[in-house]
């Protein structure tokens, strides 16, 4: 067990004092006492506030050890000052972690250290001073059940209590982050339509949009709330199975396509410059709307902050449930749908209190301020809002988001979207409006039409970049005003590395703050791991960038925090990702070992294997890097670099360069680099380590704690990054060159950028293959491929 | 997707006006309606009365279709006669129905047939009484996400809007079920002390049992709640880690035993006869305590009944953390520090208000009548509480309980207990006072020679019975005057199906009313599948069982529920388990087919084989019932019945004679049934099919959905039921027989009770076979086992 935090803001005794008095643990009345054990058993007494009983609250004193024989109770009855070995051993108890197991009551520094908790005041006994220095820290530290000390004992109902006798002001901020001080269970859930410029089901009207609102019943009172906005399009239901009609097989070969000589301004997307519908005329204005909702599933990091003082407004766009419009996957339109929003939010657009009265409503209740949170395509749409430099959009945290559609659905010149997923089969998977059978029966043609012709557009056959894609690149026009926070899984086989890798240098344009983490999950959220602060530094960065604390959150979070992939629960910082702190390193492919001794392969399997493989995806992966001898030698190069004299980090985007050819007029080349060394891996998903145990708030939602954990198996290897080309898309993605049979051709590509820890004594592995399974079509044509590798090579970036 | 309703009370028409008054659907108003188009239009307007807005609610009813081409705001703005097919085409999109999908707008009586939802009425066009009934019915119908209809509405906010205006009666009952009216967001939760009768830590006090309680804030104002109690020793914390150390290890050889001449008087254990301390003298009363609590894992049905107007009460009992006492895995002590609780419920016994001040104080918002809850363990303590007869426990709903822990951690003298565990193990693992540091220091030398005392008396080398045992078997007196509903899945492994055969058939015995429900799962809980109405027939019986509503359960409900382990989503009534309703049949086992040809085999496999089974429990048990060629092959004997020409069903308890002789002066014989042939077989574990989309009340907890669904690949077998013995246990479990070498003996025994659907060309599977390397010792021991197969047979009970 190791825990790792990065949101703690040093603090001075000056402002410890203040703070504790805001927070109640220090009163006019404890603040004179100059016993030191006096002042830690008046503490532990306030720890334990949530019983009414002083009884109860001395019993609970007396379950606490203070030394090997002594229980807190007994040791705070004395005077004199306090040792730091007991003041720990209380305090390690009080974080959840457990004598003879987690620590010893005979060296609590010893496990401090090696647990990654802050270190430790280095007095051997405390005065009433160190007492309250330490004791604030130690409220500021994260205990078992991977909270905060202090968002635990407000779960527990600590705050609860105060403000059923003495208030505490509200919003209410300890260490520069909200606290959960907000009553949840009287929060208000309204639902108002917000009137967007867009009529994008033509039919004459602007489209409605439904926006789901949670505030605080503070609001009610005056309280002006910041809003934390989350456009959703699969909040208001997904059409799983009607999608399914428009999937795509790619188990079909390769086709060669008509070589053209087409340039960017031939592909290049006009903006839309249709002249919306007029606006609906306002028949009167309200404060109240006459609906309510329901949430079923929501992300537990909203939930989070509605403890808090932050409003949480949902709201899914065109084309979902209850809104007007139609999906489109990634166009400015439903970019537009989401800055609607926020315009709405910041007083600058009508909403309507239903679709039908024209009753205009105000977010009389925010203060403006507005930040995005989401993850995928929620993601994706808060990092398009951000671009478009919409007033009032202060951050978004965008988990695993896009930056662009076409290298999301293609690569090179080729389709790379697993089972059969494209634009066309994500509009209707999102276009819940089906799902309202009254509604649906109005507006089903023209969706049809509308689907249809997506779906031509797209060219799914070719793989070829047009118009269609040109408009899905959502951070093409850059205005970003908003800082961002950038978050996504190194092992993200989804929504790949490079849309965060592009997204972030765009933003180095502009004159805001960005962060980054980089995590060892694939499509993950991060908000309820053990080993890292993740729900803490969001506080700290959200009560920065919309209360306008003076947390110096800019300073305090690290520009790229990394997950280790070699070490579990380690999580370090740097200044960049893929800058200059590395170095390139070029190496011909022939100084590698080659394993199979082959420079030449065919894409052809036996066809007993590949119906295997395609039903068993794993097995073909495993297989195709594995070096144990598999039905897929001789269908690949495998290249292996001498085991590795050091540690090395490859940080950045590898690039090769690859001189080769194929017997036949169409030909795709995929290549892997791979870490090879035996290690107990840590596990793909996260896994529960505990249920139910993390507290969001009094009585309020709970939440699962877990962890990337080491794998209880070795395993010899593990896919590090990829990349995919058609060889007719040699210049760029399209330009479609032509293709001779049996001449070799350069190909000069990029990996997915990554952040790779190899361990000394491993080695990198590159593995040169055609079909893949799991991402490309994959026809299992009769090709070969012969790679010179004598005129091959690859270039890493090398951390220094 | 199919539905099965078994919670329904059957109404009559004037009941039906009455209690749809009583839950404001009708009103002084409506009634006199005689339009049925209206009344109609005035149900689903007031189904949708969480929003306040006509409009809105107006919006609601245009998104639904009446027709295939009228929807549900235009036709009810008419006036006339509801068609049959306009009424269930609502209906159906009500209960959350797809069109297109689900069922069509077309033909909606087709999907309700297909769906099993309840029988449409028969009328083509509705009056206003036919729209009642068919109203009433409409909210007594499960949706297709698990829930009634009554209760989806409820949870969005139905009886929480009219609680705003005007008032519903609490407790409120519909179709004699316990509607969620109560307030969940200002729920009591606080904490006593039961002072028990025990002093197991042998500390000269009576045993102090932490009680949390959880009660609706309407009990404030006079109103008394039943009590739903759960006895959960998990529920304060599990020492995994701690109690590992005491795992025992199973990969060793079978050791031989001394033969012995016990009798059951040898080996029956004395009830103890401990004088307890005195009780605490009471210092003064109180009516409020000063301690609360923070549920963090809960079980979701309790959770349910918490809207209901039921309190709910956890105790971990003796040993657990903030109680005293120690842990002893299944003695009376243990169940009487359930029954505690009950007598204190039931104004019988003395609390405190803490532990500290004995100040007593009184369940006086109780209403007196307790049914208790919980699965394994928990269910266990249910079952050993009702055994005793004790006063104010109305009722046990019993989920995987044990009836007895000799069968639980032994079978026929062998030690039965996966993983290492035993009595002493389980001991460790729920003695959370270990967790109190300083709890724990003042009582740690006498546990640990408690903890040695039992590790002794368990007998884990010889696996006989013995009084340790006879003291655990926790129904041996009948006293039971609570009905009971016994819930156990025939795929348990864990707490097997001899456990509530057990039970049901000693409770037969008393006058009481008991229902069984078996399902397809292993050890699981069955609140939130979609196939089944456990909650709403649990909230039947408990309506009835605790708050004393006429509803007529008992005839209600069937005595048996069984789910189809052939056909997915499919639940069928029984009138018995294993009776009368089967007949057994015997065949000889020369008359099965021997797959193998072999009547002898040798339970050594070779070393490695042998070690990559220990790891790889699945591919043992695999290659053991496969038919297809494995390393198991000639280490057991495998013999299949003639593929059956009609369905067949296996009811109750087969019984196996074996004519069988070891090589050495030991032997085991272990013997499974299987069922052989292709099919896509029911998933092992429930598959969440929707997210957090159960609504156990008004902006309570949320519960996902599950299902024992088809797996998406076919399995050739399954196993259905095992049993074991050690040939030194030919007579009873606690008389140790000798044992020559190549000597025959016949040993008669018994399987596990099952009730398996075998489809016509199936074959039934026996497997014979010595060292279960799940269950069993298993030493890799060279014994070589032959069965005299003409001196064999096996008997089956077939449900006629």
Same mark, same amino acid.
């Given at each position: 067990m190791r825990i790792n935090q990065f949101g703690y803001v040093p603090t001075t005794h000056e402002q410890v004092v203040k703070e504790l008095k805001a927070i109640r643990f220090l009163t006019a009345d404890n603040i004179k006492i100059t016993d030191p054990l006096t002042l830690f058993r008046d503490f532990l007494l306030k720890y334990f506030s949530q019983h009414s009983s002083t009884s109860t609250r001395l019993e609970k004193l007396s379950n606490l050890m203070a030394t090997t024989t002594v229980d807190a109770n007994q040791y705070t009855q004395n005077t004199g000052p306090v040792t730091r070995v007991a003041f720990y051993n209380i305090g390690l108890q009080l974080l959840g972690f457990l004598n003879d197991l987690d620590f010893s009551l005979s060296d609590p520094l010893k496990s401090i250290a090696e647990l990654g908790l802050p270190q430790p005041m280095i007095h051997q006994t405390f005065n009433c001073g160190q007492i309250i220095d330490a004791w604030y820290r130690l409220l500021n530290t994260r205990n078992k059940y991977g909270q905060l000390l202090i968002d635990y004992i407000a779960g527990k109902g600590y705050y609860h209590h105060l403000l059923g006798g003495s208030s505490v002001s509200k919003p209410l901020f300890f260490n520069g982050k909200a606290q959960a001080v907000f009553k949840t269970d009287a929060l208000i859930r309204e639902v108002v339509y917000v009137e967007s410029s867009l009529d994008t089901d033509h039919d004459g009207q602007r489209d409605l949009l439904k926006t789901n609102i949670i505030r605080p019943a503070e609001t009610n009172d005056g309280y002006r709330a910041p809003v934390i906005f989350t456009a959703d399009p699969y909040a208001q239901g997904m059409n799983e199975k009607w999608s399914a009609q428009y999937s795509h097989d790619n188990v079909r070969p390769l086709k060669r396509k008509q070589p053209n000589d087409l340039a960017y301004q031939d592909v290049e997307a006009k903006l839309p410059n249709d002249t919306p519908p007029s606006p609906r005329k306002i028949k009167g204005q309200t404060t109240k709307t006459g609906e309510t909702f329901t949430k079923f599933w929501s992300y537990s990091l909203n939930d989070y902050f509605l403890a808090r003082g932050f409003a949480v407004v949902y709201s899914s766009g065109i084309g979902t449930k209850d809104s007007d419009g139609f999906r489109t996957t990634g166009t400015q339109d439903e970019t537009l749908s989401a800055t609607a929003i926020i315009e709405w939010l910041n007083g600058n657009r009508v909403a309507f209190s239903n679709r039908t009265d024209q009753v205009a409503i105000k977010a009389s209740w925010s203060d403006g301020n507005v930040g995005m949170t989401g993850r995928s395509y929620l993601g994706t749409l808060s990092t398009a809002a951000a671009f478009t430099g919409v007033? !009032?959009?202060?951050?978004c945290i965008v988990e %695993? !988001?896009?930056? =662009?559609y076409y290298p999301y659905y293609r690569e090179n010149g080729l389709v790379? %979207?697993?089972? !059969? =997923?494209?634009a066309d089969v994500l509009a209707e998977w999102t276009f819940s409006r089906q799902q309202n059978a009254g509604d649906y029966s109005r507006i089903k043609k023209p969706w049809l039409s509308h689907l249809q012709q997506m779906k031509h557009d797209q060219e799914h056959d070719t793989g070829n970049f047009n118009q269609f894609w040109d408009a899905r690149n959502v951070t093409k026009y850059n205005r970003t005003n908003a800082d961002m926070l950038l978050v996504h899984g190194l092992n993200d086989w989804n929504v790949k590395t490079g849309q965060v890798w592009s997204s972030r240098n765009k933003l180095k344009a502009r004159n805001i703050t960005q962060k980054l983490i980089l995590h060892q999950g694939q499509h993950e959220y991060l908000n309820n791991f053990r080993s890292f602060d993740y729900t803490d530094l969001v506080n700290l960065w959200l009560s920065n960038k919309l209360f306008g604390v003076n947390n110096n959150v800019d300073k305090v979070l690290p520009n790229v925090i990394v997950q280790d992939n070699a070490h579990s629960e380690t999580w370090n910082s740097y200044d960049n990702w893929g800058g200059t702190e590395s170095l390139t390193h070029t190496d011909s492919l022939l100084d590698w070992k080659n394993h199979d001794g082959n420079s030449s392969f065919s894409d052809r399997l036996p066809k007993a294997t590949f119906d295997h493989y395609t039903n068993h995806l794993t097995n073909w992966s495993h297989d195709l890097y594995s070096r144990n001898g598999s039905p897929m030698d001789y269908h690949c190069i495998r290249l292996l670099s001498d085991p590795l004299k050091d540690d090395l980090v490859i940080d950045g985007q590898p690039t090769i360069s690859l001189h080769v050819k194929t017997c036949a007029d169409v030909g795709m080349i995929s290549v892997a680099l791979v870490d090879y060394g035996k290690a107990h891996r840590l596990t793909e998903v996260p896994q529960t380590i505990v249920s139910q145990k993390i507290l969001q708030g009094y009585h309020w939602r709970k939440d699962d704690l877990k962890e990337f954990l080491p794998q209880a198996v070795q395993t010899d290897f593990k896919r590090v990054t990829e990349a995919h080309i058609n060889m007719q898309n040699r210049d760029n993605s399209y330009k479609v060159n032509d293709l001779l049979p049996n001449k070799y051709y350069t190909l000069s590509f990029q990996f997915q950028p990554t952040f790779w820890h190899f361990l000394e004594g491993n080695q990198i592995g590159l593995i040169i293959y055609s079909s893949d399974m799991i991402y490309t079509v994959h026809g299992n044509q009769d090709i070969t491929y012969t790679v010179a590798l004598n005129h091959s090579k690859i270039t890493l970036p090398i951390l220094k």
């Open positions: 007033a !009032g959009l202060k951050t %695993a !988001g896009l930056s =662009d790379v %979207a697993p089972d !059969g =997923d494209d």
